[in-house]
């Protein structure tokens, strides 16, 4: 019978594999290291030669009962090699070759598209540490709905990174027609001038994604809300002072901004409507610094309109801001808090110094997100209370690197 004191039992996946993604190497005759960089890399000791050796066996190839009867071949003692599935899985190294239920099944059987996505399969086994996480929240992500308000150089861009990442449905939203300086590798293509804007991005986001959209409802029969909803502006002021986004606050809906004003990337904030601090707070916190705020936007968007003149949107820094809105919505969209949950990351040419500006719910705002601020610093100890991560659209999955490892184990100094 387990004791209170004894670490928990970890189930040993049905076909285990030592996570391909992390390079390995011994540190010296009893140290294995698992990983390079500091995010991720991990030490395991002390290791004989034999179990270093049937560490090559742990490929996906075998389950359990072969792994055991190859290593009574090595002559590993009894046990042993239960004991060592059960410390790797604990230290989140383990995978498993046939883990993430119906919905991993059905992607293993798709091999082309699952081939275009295995480097982000294996990205997904760094950032999880139960086996078989990785594969189910990549084929969760074909069943979410994102749209993209905005198809210019970054709109377009971010739209086929979702779209190619896989997430199941990258509708876009502009209006107009695809001018020359809309062009991007990756976006909007030199043909597609002339063509109505959203469309064009639409287009090139289906080109990018490794299957077709899964089929919807028919109109009227309860076609699901979007998951997250971005707001890539074209226009500049829209980018700096972005305007209230009051409808999608009140559904509930979550939304990230992102674009490029005057040589600045920036992308921030994801809004949880009622818990983190959306436009309205930016707005609030920037007129309380500084009084003359409203009186500046006022002009910059009575003016915005008027011009013909093609606002500044560097190439590489619109690519740029698209890569890392979309790496924070799909780390959303998998069920986690990004770090621009209630911030504004920022980066300026030529220096490109990136820093995170807070984004604090102010109490002026409708949005209810300062009273419920207010409302969890007074919950006492103990209590438990309504976190983003239960709204988001899949399970808690965070990886916590500060959790207890089993003995033998520690995080790499490197």
């Given at each position: 019978?387990?004791?209170?004191?004894?670490?928990?039992?970890?189930?040993?996946?049905?076909?285990?594999?030592?996570?391909?993604?992390?390079?390995?190497?011994?540190?010296?005759?009893?140290?294995?290291q698992f990983g390079m960089t500091p995010a991720h890399a991990m030490t395991l000791g002390p290791m004989d030669t034999a179990t270093g050796s049937f560490l090559d066996l742990l490929n996906g190839t075998r389950g359990p009962g072969l792994l055991r009867e190859e290593g009574r071949r090595m002559?590993?003692?009894?046990?042993?090699?239960?004991?060592?599935l059960e410390r790797l899985a604990r230290a989140g190294l383990l995978d498993d070759a046939r883990g993430g239920g119906r919905a991993g099944d059905t992607l293993r059987r798709k091999k082309r598209v699952l081939d275009r996505l295995r480097p982000d399969l294996a990205s997904l086994s760094l950032t999880t540490s139960e086996p078989g996480e990785g594969i189910e929240l990549l084929a969760a992500r074909r069943s979410l709905r994102v749209q993209i308000r905005g198809a210019g150089r970054v709109g377009a861009v971010l739209a086929s990174l979702l779209a190619g990442a896989g997430v199941g449905e990258v509708d876009v939203r502009d209006v107009g027609e695809v001018e020359p300086w809309?062009?991007?590798?990756?976006?909007?293509?030199?043909?597609?001038?002339?063509?109505?804007?959203?469309e064009a991005a639409r287009r090139a986001a289906r080109r990018s994604a490794p299957d077709r959209s899964p089929?919807?409802?028919?109109?009227?029969?309860?076609?699901p809300g979007f998951s997250l909803v971005i707001l890539a502006p074209?226009?500049?002021?829209?980018?700096?002072?972005?305007p209230p986004a009051d409808p999608l606050v009140d559904s509930g809906t979550p939304h990230l901004y992102a674009g490029v004003v005057e040589a600045t990337g920036v992308v921030g904030p994801l809004v949880l409507p009622g818990v983190t601090g959306c436009a309205d707070c930016l707005h609030e916190g920037r007129a309380d610094r500084d009084p003359v705020w409203p009186r500046l936007v006022a002009q910059w968007r009575s003016g915005s309109g008027r011009s013909r003149q093609v606002r500044p949107c560097d190439l590489a820094l619109a690519t740029t801001v698209a890569g890392l809105a979309a790496a924070h919505a799909l780390s959303f969209l998998d069920g986690r808090t990004p770090s621009s949950a209630g911030a504004r990351w920022e980066v300026s040419l030529p220096a490109l110094n990136w820093h995170a500006r807070p984004v604090w719910a102010h109490p002026a705002c409708r949005c209810g997100a300062a009273q419920k601020g207010k409302e969890e610093h007074t919950v006492k100890d103990g209590e438990s209370h309504e976190t983003m991560a239960e709204q988001g659209p899949s399970k808690e999955l965070r990886r916590k690197a500060d959790a207890a490892r089993p003995a033998g184990t520690w995080r790499a100094h490197v």
């Open positions: 019978m387990q004791s209170s004191q004894d670490p928990p039992v970890t189930a040993i996946p049905l076909v285990p594999l030592v996570k391909p993604a992390l390079r390995r190497g011994w540190r010296d005759l009893n140290t294995v002559d590993l003692p009894d046990g042993h090699v239960d004991r060592l809309d062009v991007a590798p990756g976006g909007l293509p030199a043909e597609a001038i002339g063509e109505r804007r959203d089929r919807r409802p028919p109109s009227g029969e309860g076609e074209r226009d500049d002021v829209a980018v700096h002072a972005p």
